[in-house]
C-alpha cells in the first residue's frame, strides 16, 4: 500500500480533480516517460497548456528528476476555444474583459498537484517566447495553435531548439484527413524530413521524433 501521504500519480490525480482537457491517459504517460528520460539533456518546455493536464504529466516527471519544465499558452484559447466554438467551456470565459482565460484553472491545477517548484508558467505566444529563446532543451511538446501556420511554426520553430538526444512530441497527430485537421502532422513531418530526427513510435495521437 502507497504511503498515506504518497503523491498521486499523474492520472489519478487529473481524474481525482476532474481537471479539463485534450490529452489521454496514454498519451501523457507516454509524456512523463519521455520527460524523464532527458532530464541529463536539459529542460522540458510545452506550447499549449490549457487547464494544466499535459503540464501534469511532464511536470511530475521534471519534479522527480529535478528538471524545469517551462509551460508556454497565451491562456485566450485556440479557435475552437472561442465564444460560440465547438470547444467553447463557459467556466473559462472572462466575461469582464471577454476573452478566454485559462490561467486560473492552469495555476490552481499546478498548485494542487505540488508542481510550482519545478513548472514555470510563461503566458504568452509560443512565436513571441520563440523570439529570444536561447536555452538548448530535453524536450519539447507542441499541442497549441493547430491551424496549418500555427502548427507549422511550432514544429519548425522550436525543434531548432532542441539538443541531440532530445525529444520533439506533437500531439494531434492524423496522417488521415478524415481523422483530423492536418497542421500537427505536416508540420511534424516537416521536421522529420529535416533529417536530423528520428522517429519513435507513436502512441494514440501522439507523434515522437528524437534527435539525431
Ligand atoms: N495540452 C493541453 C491542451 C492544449 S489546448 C491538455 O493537455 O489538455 C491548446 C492550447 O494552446 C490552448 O490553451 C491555447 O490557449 C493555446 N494556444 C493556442 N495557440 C497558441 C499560441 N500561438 N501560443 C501559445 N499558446 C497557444
Ligand atoms: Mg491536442
Not at 463557459?90 to 476573452?99: I, K, V
Not at 490552481?108 to 514555470?120: E, F, K, P, W
Not at 508558467?121 to 495553435?145: C, E, N, R, Y
Not at 541531440?164 to 505536416?186: C, K, M, N, R, T
Request: with cysteine; net charge negative.
Amino acid at each position: 500500500m502507497p504511503a498515506a501521504d504518497a503523491p498521486l500519480s499523474p492520472s489519478t490525480f487529473l481524474k481525482t480533480h476532474n481537471i479539463k482537457g485534450f490529452l489521454a491517459e496514454d498519451e501523457g504517460e507516454r509524456l512523463s516517460e519521455l520527460a524523464a528520460s532527458v532530464s541529463e539533456i536539459g529542460p522540458c518546455l510545452e506550447i499549449g497548456s490549457y487547464c494544466g493536464k499535459s503540464t501534469v504529466y511532464l511536470g511530475a516527471a521534471c519534479g522527480a528528476k529535478g528538471n524545469t519544465l517551462y509551460a508556454v499558452d497565451h491562456h485566450q484559447g485556440s479557435e475552437e476555444h472561442q465564444l460560440g466554438e465547438e470547444y467553447h467551456d463557459a467556466d473559462l470565459f472572462d466575461s469582464a474583459n471577454h476573452c478566454m482565460n485559462s490561467f486560473p484553472a492552469f495555476r490552481q491545477t499546478i498548485r494542487l498537484a505540488g508542481l510550482d517548484h519545478c513548472v514555470v508558467p510563461i503566458v504568452a505566444s509560443s512565436a513571441l517566447v520563440l523570439q529570444k529563446w536561447q536555452t538548448p532543451l530535453g524536450m519539447v511538446f507542441i499541442d497549441g495553435g493547430h491551424s496549418h501556420e500555427s502548427a507549422m511554426a511550432d514544429c519548425v520553430g522550436w525543434a531548432k531548439h532542441i539538443a541531440s538526444g532530445g525529444i520533439l512530441a506533437v500531439h494531434d497527430i492524423f496522417p488521415s484527413p478524415e481523422d483530423g485537421g492536418q497542421g500537427p502532422y505536416l508540420g511534424f513531418e516537416k521536421v522529420f524530413e529535416s533529417g536530423l530526427f528520428e522517429k519513435l513510435a507513436q502512441v494514440n495521437s501522439l507523434g515522437i521524433l528524437r534527435k539525431k
